[in-house]
């Protein structure tokens, strides 16, 4: 359980954080999800730049994930070096020292009493 | 954050925007998306070619993309050399002068007070 | 426009057409549906051969697809050599003589007044 | 129909079956699924190992699949060596000692009246 697995470059260009959402919270929140697996015997600090219509790209952001764990970031939760805002259009570029695998979720709740999910594998660059 | 990074060819076999669309617009509206990033140094133009099931390939549509941009370009609103039909089968094929990475969004609101989603990042042939 | 692109076997192992069905056909159709992109400048017969979890693969299935053509082919259609069973998982394989490229989508309206949607593109082997 | 086609080692990084479910069960219960195709003459035995958040992983979960058969696996189902707790977050890596595809599948039924799908071919690694 232990073998590094994926790659070290994966790019999602079709990113928006549905707004306004509606139901519980977090449960039916809103969000654009990157779902990271690191397979490997270290824990590594994944860095990702959000890339826009309009202005320059904006990173690192910096997330960590553990040795032979998970983590699903919800891309709405990040605020460093600056706050994710909603509904805007963006991609986004993940970097890993080490191979890891990079999974996209959005789910969608601006209709009340609705939810409408899609994802993909990423693109390993 | 200047890498360039994808591919130069790409490919959606599955295309059909949504008709009709239940819900204001352009937040509801019924859409295909192609969703394209270019982290590289220099602004692109990539051509768009649609093919369909009885007619013969309409194209290029030109789409600019500007140095480390992304573009998400609703294939709804092309209208030149063509005006895309809602709810006509369709593929389309993305040729870009440079490495850029495409991800595929349609948005269904056929049924009023439904939103229905899916994606998939598109072949990079 | 007369490039050949993609690969001449695609796999697509989540198959089961959704069923029942509600709303008017064939726009509410439930369906499980291959979309076929040939950019060659040839016509193409692809084949399919559909495997279950409880008996032996059957096919081939046959479907032309015109040169510089798309083809969207909802599985559901397909009776020769035998017609599919709804509500039946199942897996398929595609096989071209020419490359081509293909995505799976799926449309579920087992409940009244929703549609579901899910689709990838396929698994070029 | 009787190649060896895939690879041996597939990931899936954004698992969480959804909790809870509304709708007659087993038809709209809320899952996870993974779905398997085995072209080859010989029945496999393919393993899962269950990556999580805040705990080592958890496995090895072992699933047949038949010679030329297809197997659709709700992550939901697997007790040994551990039942799988609804709603929380997991990756997953299978492996097989012969080449098989592995495409994902999310049923949410969450919400009363409501079912949204969303899945992807899984990462070859």
Chains 1, 2, 3, 4 share one sequence.
């Not at 470059?9 to 928006?16: D, H, S």
């Not at 730049?49 to 709405?76: F, M, Q, S």
């Not at 963006?90 to 009493?113: E, I, K, M």
Request: hydrophobic content about 40%; charged content about 25%; glycine content about 8%.
């Amino acid at each position: 359980m232990s073998d590094e697995l994926g790659a070290r470059v994966w790019v999602v260009p079709g990113g928006r954080v549905p707004f306004p959402a509606h139901g519980p919270e977090p449960a039916f929140t809103g969000f654009d999800q990157l779902c990271v697996l690191n397979a490997g015997d270290r824990e590594v600090e994944v860095t990702l730049d959000l890339y826009y219509e309009d202005a320059e790209p904006v990173g690192p952001y910096r997330v960590l994930v553990g040795a032979r764990r998970i983590r699903h970031v919800r891309i709405n939760d990040l605020v460093d070096p600056e706050a994710i805002r909603l509904d805007r259009p963006y991609g986004c570029v993940l970097r890993s020292p080490v191979p890891v695998v990079v999974q996209f979720l959005r789910q969608d709740t601006r209709l009340p009493g609705v939810v409408a999910l899609t994802g993909t594998i990423a693109y390993p660059a």
